[in-house]
């Protein structure tokens, strides 16, 4: 490839993460023809969605508008007409992976960015792991991703100052952890939209002893609290 200028290029955009954000942008750029390169990190395409180990994962709200504009996502036809539904961890990662699989599209993974410079007027040389690519535009599609926003539970006291005997517990531990929450007389359940409103299902809604600590400020909206509202009282 060449630019108007004559320079040679390796993409005309390159695109740094192979998350949701930047597998859509991918897919919406290879639909107009362009020639796309993903740089992703890690092994796999996915960002937050596949580094995320929640149990029950889904999507924070509505998955509605959670998609590209060239593809989309099976969720809004397996589902029909429930603008409420969010999608699973393994539904988001597969409409990522057909996102990503275009002809014109190119998949580094492993590999991540180091810089980028100005190569002529309309080539830019972007650095990465072990390589250097040219390319007419640079996508900065990395997100907030860090140990503390995925993968990792953020527990927002420290649970060693605990002196009363309650339990306090992440909802991505209660899996591992069941039998322990279920026999503590007090018992504290934290977690966001991610896990807890599945986790919540399987427990009794009327037992008293449980306390759902949600670090949020609203109650978010989903399909399973419209269809099943006693689980959150």
């Given at each position: 490839?060449?630019?108007?200028?004559?320079?040679?290029?390796?993409?005309?955009?390159?695109?740094?993460?192979?998350?949701?954000?930047?597998?859509?942008?991918?897919?919406?750029?290879?639909?107009?023809?362009?020639r796309v390169i993903?740089?992703?990190?890690?092994?796999?395409?996915?960002?937050?969605?596949?580094?995320?180990?929640?149990?029950?994962?889904?999507?924070?709200?509505?998955?509605?508008?959670?998609?590209?504009?060239?593809?989309?996502?099976?969720?809004?036809?397996?589902?029909?007409?429930?603008?409420?539904?969010?999608?699973?961890?393994?539904?988001?990662?597969?409409?990522?992976?057909?996102?990503?699989?275009?002809?014109?599209?190119?998949?580094?993974?492993?590999?991540?960015?180091?810089?980028?410079?100005?190569?002529?007027?309309?080539?830019?040389?972007?650095?990465?792991?072990?390589?250097?690519?040219?390319?007419?535009?640079?996508?900065?599609?990395?997100?907030?991703?860090?140990?503390?926003?995925?993968?990792?539970?953020?527990?927002?006291?420290?649970?060693?100052?605990?002196?009363?005997?309650?339990?306090?517990?992440?909802?991505?531990?209660?899996?591992?952890?069941?039998?322990?929450?279920?026999?503590?007389?007090?018992?504290?359940?934290?977690?966001?939209?991610?896990?807890?409103?599945?986790?919540?299902?399987?427990?009794?809604?009327a037992d008293e002893?449980?306390?759902?600590?949600?670090?949020?400020?609203?109650?978010?909206?989903?399909?399973?609290?419209?269809?099943?509202?006693?689980?959150?009282?």
């Amino acid at each position: 490839l060449r630019s108007r200028d004559g320079d040679p290029y390796d993409a005309d955009v390159c695109i740094v993460g192979g998350g949701m954000t930047g597998a859509a942008i991918a897919r919406d750029a290879a639909s107009c023809g362009f020639r796309v390169i993903i740089l992703e990190r890690d092994a796999q395409l996915g960002g937050v969605c596949a580094k995320n180990d929640y149990p029950g994962l889904r999507l924070h709200g509505p998955g509605a508008s959670f998609r590209c504009c060239s593809l989309a996502p099976p969720w809004q036809s397996g589902h029909g007409h429930d603008v409420f539904y969010r999608p699973t961890q393994s539904e988001i990662l597969k409409y990522i992976e057909q996102m990503a699989a275009h002809d014109l599209i190119q998949i580094h993974t492993g590999v991540s960015y180091e810089d980028h410079s100005r190569h002529s007027s309309s080539v830019l040389r972007v650095s990465c792991t072990g390589r250097t690519l040219m390319c007419r535009s640079l996508v900065f599609a990395n997100g907030t991703y860090s140990e503390t926003t995925a993968g990792a539970p953020l527990m927002p006291i420290d649970r060693s100052l605990i002196s009363n005997g309650a339990c306090v517990m992440h909802s991505s531990e209660l899996a591992a952890n069941r039998l322990a929450f279920a026999q503590a007389e007090r018992r504290y359940l934290v977690g966001a939209s991610k896990a807890a409103i599945d986790v919540l299902q399987g427990l009794d809604p009327a037992d008293e002893a449980l306390v759902w600590a949600h670090r949020g400020h609203m109650i978010f909206l989903n399909r399973d609290a419209v269809m099943t509202p006693k689980a959150l009282l």
